[in-house]
């Protein structure tokens, strides 16, 4: 997952989709995107809601369907934000660990 801090590239993704669509779909002018799941689906916000939402666009949703497939992730910034901090957290695990324990598994004595 690629969330940005960065505003030119919040907007740079965001002008793009506005130009070019979204796998056949057009993106509405009211969607910023935030980041992408380094597959194709963005998340993003309706920024005329009073309290945003985090939705994710799904590409293969979309094409299956001919329109923009949409799906509310989380019901507050407060709730994605605690969302990141846990896939967080999982990342830090996964490189504390020693490189040969991805290889074995653990195995139980009878």
Not at 17 to 39: C, H, K, M, P
Not at 50 to 55: E, M, Q
Not at 92 to 99: L, S, V
Request: hydrophobic share 40%; proline share 3%.
């Amino acid at each position: 997952m690629d969330l940005t801090g960065v505003a030119q590239e919040v907007i740079d993704m965001t002008r793009d989709l506005r130009t070019n669509g979204f796998y056949g779909s057009e993106w509405q002018l009211n969607f910023l995107v935030i980041g992408d799941d380094g597959a194709g689906d963005y998340y993003f916000m309706d920024v005329q809601q009073v309290n945003p939402t985090i939705l994710f666009a799904d590409h293969e949703l979309t094409t299956n369907k001919k329109c923009l497939a949409l799906e509310q992730k989380y019901k507050s910034l407060p709730e994605f934000w605690q969302f990141l901090e846990r896939v967080n957290a999982a990342q830090e695990r996964w490189e504390k660990k020693r490189w040969w324990k991805f290889l074995t598994r653990p195995f139980k004595v009878r």
